[in-house]
Nanobody, 116 residues
């Protein structure tokens, strides 16, 4: 089992920045990659960015150049730095991990609202 706890969401004006954090605990040695997803009202949950154990990353086109995923292995933390935020980035953001048995784990989610 892997436990994930997100933090760092909130209300920000368009053009502003936020950094989300995800703390992992439990059987973290089984994790193969960590990711951030988001779900806006009335929409399906979508992958935002992912980072594997080697540090390789990928992200959805809509956030490229604005969002950066990173990890601190010593602290078992994963971050999502979000810059130049837009109203369409408003969503609940979820931390995700997948282990070597292809099991997915999810955090409880953190709300990000971009509004003036």
């Amino acid at each position: 089992q892997v436990q994930l706890v997100e933090s760092g969401g909130g209300l920000v004006q368009p053009g502003g920045s936020l950094r989300l954090s995800c703390a992992a605990s439990g059987s973290i040695f089984r994790i193969t990659y960590m990711a951030w997803y988001r779900q806006a009202p009335g929409k399906e949950r979508e992958l935002v960015a992912r980072i594997n154990n080697s540090g390789s990353t990928n992200s959805v086109d809509s956030v490229k150049g604005r969002f950066t995923i990173s990890r601190d292995n010593a602290k078992n933390l994963v971050y999502l730095q979000m810059n130049s935020l837009k109203p369409e980035d408003t969503a609940v953001y979820y931390c995700n991990s997948r282990d070597k048995y292809a099991l997915d784990y999810w955090g409880q989610g953190t709300q990000v609202t971009v509004s003036s």
